[in-house]
């Protein structure tokens, strides 16, 4: 099985590809997706820079690596944001990051800048629940807010950390985008990012609402493990995927679900196509 981390960020530590494969392979990890440098007016732990320095440092890290995705972070109040995606995508960028840190997803420039992204075919990841940034942000990463999307057509996007502590919110939110996306065909498709977030105590809780609940996960849930690319830790790696092949065996969660969910689910996330999802379970008095 190969297997694709969806959540690895990059920083200014140095660029050593030859470290980075090789840690990933003690972990059993394949391929990456590599989030650029923050925004300028970003509140993320981590050093910010300017557009032009983030693609950089981004195409040092991933040019030439099939198995390296580049991730560009954007801001919707960057100067000419817009133009910044549409040139990203032709420079081969193959999905945005977003921290709604400071805005709400729903404001004016972030649904023009997402309306952009849309118009490209590439994805957005998102950031969803709690934020330790540090600052008073955590309001504008609960799940409700992303109800905004399901007047986007075509956007697939991600929600990071299946949005803990608010993961029941987050669930019910995917229930109802995937009741909009069956009987409107007109909604953005949103998937969960199962980066952690979520403490260990609360995994089993999380994975076996996921699969219990009703609804049609499977094919959009996504393996990932907030690393840093220039200190890739394949203990916490494992750590992880051991866990959580725990928790999935005591839910008979077949190979074929788990092959989706550390490769076949970012793919099609990742490179555009649809599925056939089934309707979600609903109360007859809904």
Known sequence: ???????????????????????????????????????????????????????????????????????????????????????????????????????????????????????????????????????????????????????????????????WPWHDECIAVYGKFLNSYLTRRLSAEMFFDLTPGTPPIYRRELLTKLFTVGYDVENNLMFGTDSVAADYDPDWVTGWIGRDNGIYDELGVTEEQREKIYRENFMRFISGGDTDHRAPMMNKNS
Request: glycine fraction near 6%; charged fraction near 30%.
């Open 1 to 163: 099985m190969k297997i694709y981390d969806m959540h690895v960020h990059i920083d200014r530590k140095g660029t050593d590809k030859g470290k980075l494969f090789e840690r990933m392979d003690e972990a059993g990890v394949y391929g990456a997706a590599l989030f650029s440098l923050p925004p300028e007016d970003s509140t993320a732990p981590f050093e910010r820079a300017p557009y032009r320095e983030r693609m950089k440092s981004l195409k040092d890290w991933t040019d030439g690596e099939d198995r390296l995705i580049p991730v560009l972070w954007v801001s919707p109040f960057e100067k000419n944001a817009a133009d910044m995606v549409r040139d990203a995508a032709a420079e081969g960028v193959r999905a945005f990051k977003m921290i709604c840190d400071t805005y709400p997803v729903y404001c004016g420039e972030s649904m023009r800048l997402l309306e952009a992204i849309e118009k490209t075919g590439r994805p957005a990841i998102f950031h969803s629940g709690i934020l330790w940034s540090g600052t008073n942000t955590s309001i504008n990463n609960k799940p409700v807010n992303w109800e905004a999307l399901m007047d986007l057509h075509t956007l697939k996007f991600s929600m990071g950390h299946c949005s």
